[in-house]
């Protein structure tokens, strides 16, 4: 059941958690704050959404949050600026976001990790972020740490895949190096 957060009196700011996501067509991206909000109004905190709508984007469901700021771009400025207007109003104890989402605007996991870093926040290192969320990166930390790995091989291209498919052998599994959408 969903708790009502009052709103903050004038003067008093409200404990507040923000959401930061790029709208997807794939419900689970969108509905991934439900359970960090069910948490967030345990201990009383309101809980906000910075959406990035890409172009064409009709909108989806919205998990259930207090107040939603639409962003026309990601970077840290553009978050930055977004907790700039919310301090008048909230205190944002956290900033959280789909693990692993990425678009042409940007590693959402790494932009949040900098902007929490720049406000004293508590954060993982941007690079960290990357290589849990990036599959070719992680392999590269693992294999420079003695951990072992399947073969693998990063293409660009059919002729790439090509020639590693040759020598990868088979099965053979095709996966964006972050994200959803592996094919064999």
Known sequence: MRKLISRPDEGT???????VQI????PSVNAYGHRHFDAAREMGLACLTAVIRPAGSAGSAEPERDEVW????LTVDSLLALLERLDARYDVKAMFCHAGQASML??????VAEV??????????????????????????????GVRSVRHALCSDAAALREAAAEV?????AKPPYGAGSAS
Not at 13 to 19: E, G, I, S, Y
Not at 106 to 111: K, L, N, Q, R, S
Not at 127 to 142: D, G, H, P, Q, T
Not at 169 to 173: A, E
């Open 13 to 19: 700011r409200q404990a507040a958690v923000l959401f």
């Open 169 to 173: 052998g088979y099965p053979l599994i």
């Open 70 to 73: 639409l962003l026309g771009t």
């Open 106 to 111: 940007g590693e959402v996991g790494a932009i």
């Open 116 to 145: 929490c870093r720049l406000t004293g926040r508590v954060h993982s290192e941007a690079e960290a972020v990357a290589a849990c969320n990036n599959k070719f990166l992680m392999r590269s930390v693992l294999q420079q740490r």
């Open 23 to 26: 709208e997807s067509p794939v």
